[in-house]
């Protein structure tokens, strides 16, 4: 069975600086895809940004960008000059063949003016 | 842009009550879900459905709860006999294939369930 663990429940970054949110993942599956999902307190979902495991290139979405390293498993998002309105929960989710998403527990982020 | 609508956005019942939530897919999409989340916690995943039938479902989705897409455009999930712990925000998505990449969830703005 797939798993996602995402090991900072909390982060913290002050507006125009740059944070990292990581997420690793476990499966057999040798193709699948990835996701970054942001929730703000409005509780809707939104999709950040994705990548597809066979591609090797990063995926880069404007400020948002992911640094994704297939043989360790891990799928971490940065965003670069952060702002106030990036403020909200952020899951990694997993994509494999069933076409369902299996999601991590979150990240909570925080941007400080 | 094509939206997928969830009603009602919060719905209050008692315990043991039948609760029906209500979804409209994308047009076009063929595939459809359900998902959960219990307040601070991860998104779960409950079931899937295709050709009007279930594909996939999680442990979660035990007999209490049962989908049906009853008139080509409507997706609901019942809750037959609600417990405490059936309180959650319950997001439906839609896709048009199954690939989740080449064809994304689309997500609802969810219903806010509360059992009391």
């Known amino acids: 069975a797939q798993t996602v663990t995402q090991s900072q429940p909390e982060m913290s970054v002050q507006e125009a600086e740059t944070v990292t949110l990581s997420c690793t993942y476990d499966?057999?599956?040798?193709?699948?895809?990835l996701f970054w999902y942001k929730q703000p307190p409005s509780r809707q979902m939104i999709l950040v940004i994705r990548?597809?495991?066979?591609?090797?290139q990063n995926a880069t979405e404007n400020r948002f960008s992911v640094n994704f390293q297939k043989a360790a498993k891990s799928f971490s998002l940065k965003i670069s000059d952060s702002q106030l309105g990036d403020a909200a929960m952020y899951f990694c989710?997993?994509?494999?063949?069933?076409?369902?998403?299996?999601f991590g527990k979150g990240t909570k982020l925080s941007v400080k003016p | 842009e094509p939206e997928v609508t969830q009603t009602p956005s919060h719905q209050v019942t008692q315990m043991g009550q039948e609760v029906i939530l209500r979804c409209v897919p994308i047009?076009?999409?063929?595939?459809f879900y359900w998902y959960r989340q219990i307040l601070g916690q991860k998104v779960e995943f409950l079931v899937s459905f295709y050709n009007n039938e279930i594909s996939e479902k999680s442990e979660i989705f035990d007999d209490q709860f049962s989908v049906e897409r009853p008139d080509g455009s409507n997706f609901t999930l019942k809750i037959r006999s609600t417990k405490l712990e059936d309180s959650a925000m319950y997001f439906c998505a839609s896709s048009f294939g199954l690939s989740s990449y080449n064809s994304p969830l689309h997500f609802g703005n969810g219903t806010r369930l509360t059992v009391t």
């Open positions: 989710a997993f994509g494999g063949s069933q076409g369902n998403l299996i």
């Open positions: 047009s076009n999409h063929l595939y």
């Open positions: 499966t057999s599956e040798s193709d699948y895809y």
């Open positions: 990548q597809e495991a066979y591609k090797q």
